[in-house]
C-alpha cells in the first residue's frame, strides 16, 4: 500500500498524523477543499486508526452505525450501508476504505511509519516531521490525529515477560485472529473491550477467568439488524439528523430529562429508564437524568435501578454481588455496552476473580499468582487494560515548539490547550480530538468532523490574514484550563478512578482530560471565536513566505 518515499514530498504545507477518521477527513479538507499540499503518516499497515489495531472478539463501536460516520458528504452518506445496528470493527474498516477510494486519498498516505518528532523551527517558521523510518518532512502546519485511545496500555506486572503463553493485547490484537478453543484462558480488565470480548472468547475457551479491578456499569447493546422502516426513516432525514447530532450534548440522538432523578419517586424512576434498558445503547447513560452527573443521591437512585439488572441476569449471588461496581458514581467512566457479557458468568467455566482487594502479584513462566498466593495456569493471557489516554498517543511524539520546549513537559501536570485543539508555544501544531476537548465524552465522528472544519478554518484564516503562524495566546490558554477544571468541579466526575481522569496509568497526573462543554455548546463557542475575529489566537504579522 506504500507508494515508494522517493515519490513523496519532502516540502508539503501540511503534514497529518494518523489515517483514522480524523486523518482521513483532514487531508481531503486540505488537499481537495483547500489546494493544500498535505502528506499523512500512519503507524499501521493499513487505515482506520484505532479499528486497525483492535481487532479483538467482538470489537465494534457503542454509537449506532447511522451516525458513526461521516455527515460533510450527503452522497456519502447515504450510499454506505451498515449491517447492524452498531458498527463491527470490520465494516468500520471497510468503510474507510470506501471513503478513502472516493477522496483518492491513499496516494498521500505513507503507511508503515511512524511519526517520531516535530520540531518547530523559529526561524522559517516551520516543522520539521521525522519518522522512525528516518524521513524528515518539513511543514508549514502539523495536525495531530492519532485518536484519544491509541497508545496500549501493557501494566508492568514482575515477571510479565515470563510468561511462556501466548499473551495478546486488546488494542494490538494480530490480524489473522487467535483461536482459543479448548484453552484456558485469563482475561485482565472488565473494561468496554473486555465486556466486548468475554462473552465471544468465553464460547471457544475450555476456562476463562477473569480478573476485575473495578467493576463497570454496563448497560445492554441489543445489536441486531435495523428494521427497514427505520432505515428508511434515517434516510430521508439526513439534514435532521445531521443537525441534531452536531447540536446535541453528546452527538447522538439522545435528549436529557428535565425531571430530575431527585423530583421522582422510584416508580417513575424505573418507568423512565426500563426501556431504555431494553431498547440498549447510551440512552440510560446520556439520555436520561442530568442530576445524576452532580448529585450522589440522585446517582444513587439510578445505580440501585442497574445494580437490580445485574443482579436479574446473573444468577450466582456471590458473582452478581461482585459485578455490582461499588465506590463510585454511575455514569463518570466511559459506560460499556454488553452483548452477553453478564450472561457468560452464569457458564460453569468461566469465573471471576476480584484484583482489587487481592491484586495481581506477578505474572508467572504458567499463567499468574495474586497477592495471597493463589495461583493461575493459562494457555493464553489477555490484556484488555486499556490505554494511556488522550495525552498519551501525543506525548508519545517528541514535539518541540518555540524555544525548543517538549510539548510533554509543558503536559507534565496535565494538558494545557486552548479549545483542546493547539498549546501556546507551538504555532501551527492542531491536536484533533485532543485532551480538553469534548471529544471522548461525544459520538466520535461529530466530534472529528467539527475539529476538523474548524482547524481548516484556522489555517484559512492564517492564509488571507498572509500570516505565517497561529497559535493561543497564554491568556488564552489559562482561561481554558480554568474553564475546564471549572466545568468539571461541581459534577461527580472527579469522583471516579477513570481513564478521563489518568488515573488508570501510574503517574499520570489526576486530572480530569475531557471538556465538559459537550457537543453543541462547545460548537457554538468555537462559532462564537470564529466571528470575534479567532478570538484568543495570536496571528503572526510576517508574510508566509514559500517553504522550499
Ligand atoms: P479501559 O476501559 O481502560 O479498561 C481497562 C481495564 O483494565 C479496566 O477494567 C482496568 O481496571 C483494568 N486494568 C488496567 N490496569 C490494570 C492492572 N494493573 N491490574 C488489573 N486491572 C487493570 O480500556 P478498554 O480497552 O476496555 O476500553 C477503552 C475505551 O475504548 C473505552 O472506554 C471505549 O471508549 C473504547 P480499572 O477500571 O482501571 O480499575
Known sequence: MTVSDDTRASTVDAVVIG??????????????????????F?????????????????????????????????QLWREWEWSERYPEQHEIRAYLEHVAERFDLTRDITFDTRVTGATFDEAGNSWTVTTDRGEA???????????ALSSSNLPEFPGR?????????????????????GKRVGVIGTGASAVQAIPLIAKEASDLTVFQRTANYIIPANNGPVPDEVR??????????????????????LDLLEKGALESTDEEIYNELMPRWEEGGFGIWLGSYVDMFFNDEANAKVRNFLHDRIREKVEDPATAELLIPKGYPFGVKRNPLDSGYYEAFNEPHVHLVDVKSNPIAEITPTGLRLQDGTSFEFDSIVYATGFDAMTGPINKIDIRGRGGRLLREKWEAGPRTYLGLTSAGFPNLFTITGPQSPSVLSNMPVSIEQHVDLVARIIGEVR?????????????????????????????????????????????????????????????????????????????????????
Not at 500512519?42 to 458513526?68: C, F, K, Q, V
Not at 518532512?137 to 485518536?147: C, L, M
Not at 515477560?161 to 478453543?181: A, L, Q
Open 464 to 548: 488571507d490574514r498572509g500570516a505565517s503562524t497561529v497559535e493561543p495566546t497564554t491568556q488564552a490558554e489559562d482561561a481554558w484550563v480554568v474553564h475546564n477544571a471549572e466545568l468539571v468541579k461541581p459534577t461527580l466526575f472527579e469522583a471516579a478512578d477513570s481513564w478521563y481522569m489518568g488515573a488508570n496509568i501510574p503517574g499520570k497526573p489526576r486530572v480530569f482530560m475531557p471538556n465538559l462543554s459537550f457537543v453543541g455548546p462547545y460548537r457554538a463557542k468555537c462559532d462564537e471565536i470564529v466571528t470575534n475575529g479567532y478570538e484568543g489566537f495570536a496571528f503572526d504579522a510576517g508574510k508566509q513566505g514559500a517553504l522550499t
Open 137 to 147: 518532512v518539513r511543514a508549514r502546519y502539523v495536525i495531530t490525529a492519532v485518536g
Open 161 to 181: 515477560d515470563s510468561f511462556r503463553g501466548e499473551t495478546h493485547h486488546t488494542g494490538v490484537w494480530p490480524h489473522e485472529g487467535v483461536d482459543f478453543t
Open 42 to 74: 500512519e503507524a499501521g499497515g493499513g487505515l482506520g486508526g484505532t479499528w486497525y489495531w483492535n481487532r479483538y472478539p467482538g470489537a465494534r463501536s457503542d454509537s449506532d452505525s447511522y451516525i458513526y460516520g461521516f455527515t460533510f458528504d450527503e
Open 19 to 40: 489515517a483514522g477518521f480524523s486523518g482521513l477527513y483532514m487531508l481531503h479538507k486540505l488537499r481537495d477543499e483547500m489546494g493544500l499540499t498535505a502528506r499523512v
Open 232 to 253: 428508511k426513516a434515517r434516510l430521508g432525514d439526513y439534514a435532521g439528523i445531521r443537525e441534531r447530532i452536531q447540536r446535541s450534548y453528546f452527538g447522538f440522538e
